[in-house]
């Protein structure tokens, strides 16, 4: 088809990146950086969240590796964030959210935490002089506080002094935690770190989907038994949704195939069910997510029949799949998937980029604008990555990959 692998699709995929990076530039203040309002100006009152700031230090660091000026800077000021308005000093970790006057939200939670670990072993990966100090004390946090050897998994959260945890366990957080794990074994080459997120893979993704008929299930008792009914009076909520998030079913799908190359990478054999539960796992996303309800986009979820429950249209959904389709194409060279990647490109042409660099964040079922769960354009972290992973192997991950000199290779 002259997509993937086309030299002349990678140049287009390459405009992309930096109209994203330049529109994230905007994102930048005394606190961090601020979630962007659809002109990508950072949101007047609202405090500099944690898992923005750390998903545009990530994003700047593969800027940096892409020898793109003016983003080291911005890496830089990040980690001067984490390490000065962010951090607790008397319990350690980070906070959520930070406004003029202090912490604006203390409790300490996985989701945000995982990006730090990403953001640090990313900027180490683009030589950044903070980058190595930041993963260290990211990895020890992790470490002590949420991973748990006996669950195999990460807890959700804790109070501000780390002394009392959550009783619901999510899978989310887990998720974002393999996406960090795996990068921080690539950049330290401590293989512990990819056998952690090969746990949490193969709970969630043989274990808990394989059981749902891979409709992840994404929340949890303390005990991992499943709660189906979870947020059923707030359907939409940003993180914790009701039903199953059609979108994680594709970055389970890349991140399953992620760590399986990896392990090949190390001559250790991967198990055999794992290319199965990628395929399945993308098959499910396409069937039950894609234009099931009367026009083209994704549904944001689905009940645990597969009937679609929140029917807007989220950007990062599609660039998900974008990325699903292209590390499956690229381990099977099978044309369906290539298909499916233009299929999905061509949407987010015609109804999410408004122009370079400025995706809108939500449509309606019928793709007008909307901002239910998401007002304005807060961050540009999914759609960098989807313009990226088609030219990068499927592993390492994206800032090692490029730190090794992979694009395009």
Not at 202 to 218: H, I, K, L, M, N
């Amino acid at each position: 088809m002259g997509w993937l692998g086309g030299a002349a699709h990678a140049r287009w995929l390459e405009r992309e990146t930096d109209a994203l990076l330049t529109f994230a530039r905007g994102a930048a203040t005394d606190l961090g950086f601020g979630y962007l309002d659809d002109a990508g100006r950072p949101l007047p009152g609202r405090p500099a969240e944690l898992w923005i700031t750390c998903r545009m230090i990530h994003v700047f660091s593969l800027g940096t590796l892409l020898g793109r000026p003016g983003c080291a800077p911005l890496v830089d000021h990040g980690l001067a964030a984490l390490e000065g308005v962010f951090a607790d000093r008397e319990h350690d970790g980070w906070f959520a959210a930070v406004g003029p006057d202090g912490p604006a939200e203390t409790r300490k939670e996985a989701y945000p935490h995982a990006f730090v670990l990403l953001a640090a072993a990313s900027a180490t990966a683009a030589g950044r002089p903070r980058g190595a100090e930041t993963l260290t004390h990211a990895q020890d946090v992790s470490t002590r506080h949420f991973w748990r050897e006996d669950e195999g998994m990460v807890v959700e959260g804790y109070d501000r002094g780390f002394a009392a945890a959550e009783d619901y366990r999510g899978v989310n957080a887990n998720m974002h935690t393999v996406e960090a794990y795996l990068a921080v074994a690539d950049v330290t080459g401590d293989d512990g770190w990819l056998d952690r997120a090969l746990r949490i893979v193969r709970r969630v993704v043989d274990g808990f989907a394989r059981e749902a008929s891979w409709r992840v299930p994404e929340h949890f008792t303390r005990g991992w038994t499943p709660l189906p009914d979870y947020n059923r009076e707030d359907p939409a909520h940003p993180f914790r949704p009701f039903g199953a998030t059609v979108g994680h079913w594709f970055e389970w799908a890349r991140l399953t195939l992620q760590a399986a190359d990896a392990l090949r990478r190390r001559d250790r054999e991967p198990g055999a069910w794992m290319l199965d539960a990628a395929r399945e796992l993308f098959a499910a996303g396409a069937r039950e997510g894609w234009a099931v309800d009367g026009a083209d986009g994704f549904v944001y979820t689905v009940d645990f029949d597969g009937r679609p429950v929140i029917r807007e249209r989220m950007h990062w959904v599609v660039a998900e799949a974008i990325g699903a389709a292209a590390a499956l194409h690229a381990v099977t060279g099978e044309p369906e998937y290539e298909r499916w990647y233009a299929t999905w490109w061509d949407y987010a042409a015609a109804h999410l980029i408004e122009a370079p660099g400025a995706w809108r964040h939500e449509l309606s079922p019928t793709n007008g604008p909307s901002a239910k769960t998401w007002t304005g354009k807060p961050d540009v972290y999914h759609a960098v990555q989807a313009t990226l992973l088609p030219r990068l192997p499927v592993s390492p991950a994206l800032a090692p990959a490029l730190a090794a000199g992979l694009l395009d290779a």
